[in-house]
Nanobody, 120 residues
C-alpha cells in the first residue's frame, strides 16, 4: 500500500521558516518523480514544486522561487520542502504527491497533508 505521511507544518510569523518532510512507503520511492502541492482554504490545489527521481532537477511555481527548496533522500525514502521568507499567502495545507508519470502534474497518490499557517 502506497503511503505518504507529511510532517513539519505549524504556525509561523511572516518572514519565518519551516521544513516539511514526507515519509514514503509501499513503493520504490527512487523510481518516481515527486511533488509538493498546496491547498488554501476555499481554493483548488496548487502545484508548488517537483523533483525528478534522481533529485537532480527541480521546478517551482513562480510565487515560491528563491524562497522554497525541494529535496529528497532516496536512501531514506524521504521528500523535503524547505520554506524560507514565508508570507501569509503561503498559508495552506501542504501535501506531498507522487507523480504518475503519465502527464505533467498528474498525481496518483497524495498524503493527508500538513498545515502551514503564516500569520503575525
Amino acid at each position: 500500500e502506497v503511503q505518504l505521511v507529511e510532517s513539519g507544518g505549524g504556525m509561523v510569523q511572516p518572514g519565518g521558516s519551516l521544513r516539511l518532510s514526507c515519509a514514503a512507503s509501499g513503493f520504490t520511492f527512487s523510481s518516481y518523480d515527486m511533488s509538493w502541492v498546496r491547498q488554501a482554504p476555499g481554493k483548488g490545489p496548487e502545484w508548488v514544486s517537483n523533483i525528478n527521481r534522481e533529485g537532480g532537477r527541480t521546478y517551482y511555481t513562480d510565487s515560491v522561487k528563491g524562497r522554497f527548496t525541494i529535496s529528497r533522500d532516496n536512501a531514506k525514502n524521504m521528500l523535503y520542502l524547505q520554506m524560507n521568507s514565508l508570507k501569509p499567502e503561503d498559508t495552506a495545507l501542504y501535501h506531498c504527491a507522487r507523480e504518475s508519470g503519465k502527464a505533467t502534474n498528474d498525481w496518483d497518490h497524495w498524503g493527508q497533508g500538513t498545515q502551514v499557517t503564516v500569520s503575525s
